[in-house]
């Protein structure tokens, strides 16, 4: 027995000494594509070059390494643009009839997810591609492409993942026309990065925003990201929305936070035409003509816009550090009793995402690799009541402090001056109160209504035309001058 004992105080104390080791080296962990193949037997082009066009150059992600699962940096030994381009030449060499063109990256991001016993590998790619005339380079078209893969250690995995996004991205150029190309403006090859392209996402002159950011969203099932971005939803669908009551979700420490807060189940049904309902898991999200609600680790969560992208409110993921300090405070009950977690389980707490709009996946927002705008707006939100079936007032809760109430024919304005921060916001009891969780959008101002009855307050997020009409009909019935 004692012989066993010195044998694990042995094991306990090695471990000890190698972990700060492992942890300065586990800082930085870079990716090698050398293993790595593309098959594109279809192909016209060969790529000559490969550009990093990403805002700001972030980091391209985060993985967890060693025993206690420090983060590591995702890197390219030898750089991002001469590492993928030599891996591109050597994996596409030129032929004579291949059509040279430049990959200007605008996303590439790999990360970690760890769940329990198994973890999960997700990696995301978007690039704009560029064909070189002999006056300079012209857009031809984007592409993008995601995959993710769960398995009990997923960081030897990014590699493939990284390969397998850039086959996938070239497949796509597959079905282009050069019998009668659609070519942007010659451009050098030193102003791509900076170039936005007239289908770029982002707001500006000359550019075109995609239809969900242009019209009202349809009714329907959007089985796929790009039917979302289309506004073309599968409307003969048939599904319906049931509310999940709040003790069957947000489990763990983090369930009190979303207390109030009201979550949507859909039930898919057979359509009109007598096809079966589509399995909940295959499905991108829905819209019931007027929210549109996003599927993200098994559960729905309402899209709320942002300029020209989409942000929601989910669960955090497993808190890591909670569960290296957990794993630690095992280690030395292990080695000299009982040991208690001088830690706080955050999984499960509310937090916001952002909707990357290349490739339908959701990320930290704000994107913790990227630094915040040197100057940010306030944001407004409107809260306003028509004449309901109550005279009560309803008190108004700003983050767990009361800032005002609402009367029938009353409206009430929040400015919220946090960038990219969650606004929580509860009507009625300030504990059972309905409760809404969100990121305002600073760049235009949001309305909510409000009504009553006996015995609930009902809320609905509302267009900017439809509530100036009603906010100058309040004013009217208070006799004052029209918005």
């Known amino acids: 027995m004692l012989l066993l004992l010195r044998r694990c105080l042995i094991v306990f104390g090695t471990l000890a000494l190698l972990l700060p080791a492992l942890r300065v080296r586990a800082q930085e962990y870079y990716l090698d594509l050398s293993h790595q193949t593309i098959t594109l037997p279809s192909r016209t082009v060969h790529v000559e070059q490969v550009v990093d066009g990403r805002p700001g150059k972030p980091t391209i992600g985060l993985v967890y390494r060693g025993l206690d699962n420090r983060a590591a940096a995702v890197l390219f030994r030898r750089g991002l643009e001469p590492e993928l381009t030599d891996f591109l030449r050597q994996q596409l060499p030129p032929r004579p009839n291949d059509h040279p063109i430049v990959l200007c990256l605008r996303q590439l991001r790999v990360g970690e997810l760890l769940n329990g016993t198994t973890e999960k590998a997700s990696a995301d790619l978007a690039a704009d591609v560029y064909v070189r005339l002999p006056d ?110 709040t003790r069957r979700w947000g489990g763990g420490p983090g369930r009190a936070l979303w207390l109030g807060t009201v979550r949507f189940e859909p039930k898919l049904l057979a359509d009109g035409a007598g096809q079966p309902a589509p399995a909940l898991r295959e499905i991108w999200g829905l819209s019931d003509g007027q929210r549109v609600l996003v599927q993200y680790e098994k559960n729905f969560y309402h899209l709320q816009r942002q300029a020209d992208f989409f942000t929601f409110v989910g669960e955090k993921p497993q808190d890591l550090e909670y569960l290296r300090a957990r794993a630690d405070a095992q280690m030395r009950a292990g080695a000299v009793g009982v040991a208690q977690v001088r830690a ?113 307050v009902h809320w609905e997020w509302v267009s900017a035309g439809q509530a100036e009409a009603d906010l100058d009909a309040i004013d009217r019935q208070r006799h004052l001058p029209s918005r």
């Open 136 to 245: 300079g380079y012209h857009f031809m078209r984007s592409v993008g492409a995601h995959t993710s893969s769960r398995a009990l250690e997923t960081t030897r995995l990014h590699p493939a993942h990284v390969a397998l996004l850039l086959q996938q991205c070239l497949e796509q150029l597959t079905t282009y026309s050069w019998e009668k190309p659609q070519l942007g403006p010659a451009l050098t090859l030193p102003q791509l990065p900076a170039h936005s392209p007239g289908i770029s996402l982002t707001a500006g002159p000359g550019t075109e925003l995609p239809a969900i950011l242009r019209e009202a969203p349809r009714r329907g099932v959007y089985r796929t990201f790009a039917q979302f971005l289309t506004n073309k939803p599968d409307t003969l669908a048939a599904f319906r929305l049931d509310t999940l009551p």
């Open 344 to 456: 706080i389980d955050h999984s499960g707490e509310p937090m916001a995402y952002a909707l990357d709009m290349r490739s339908g996946q959701p990320g930290a927002y704000p994107n913790p690799l990227r630094a915040a705008p040197a100057q940010t707006d306030t944001a407004y939100v409107y809260l306003y009541r028509p004449a309901d079936g109550s005279v009560a007032a309803v008190p108004v809760f700003l983050q767990g402090q009361q800032v005002g109430q609402l009367l029938p024919n009353e409206y009430l304005e929040i400015p919220w001056p946090y960038y990219a921060q969650l606004m929580s916001l509860r009507l009625g009891p300030p504990i059972t109160g309905a409760r809404q969780l969100f990121v305002p959008d600073a760049t235009r101002l949001s309305y909510l209504k409000v009504q009553t009855d006996a015995t609930t």
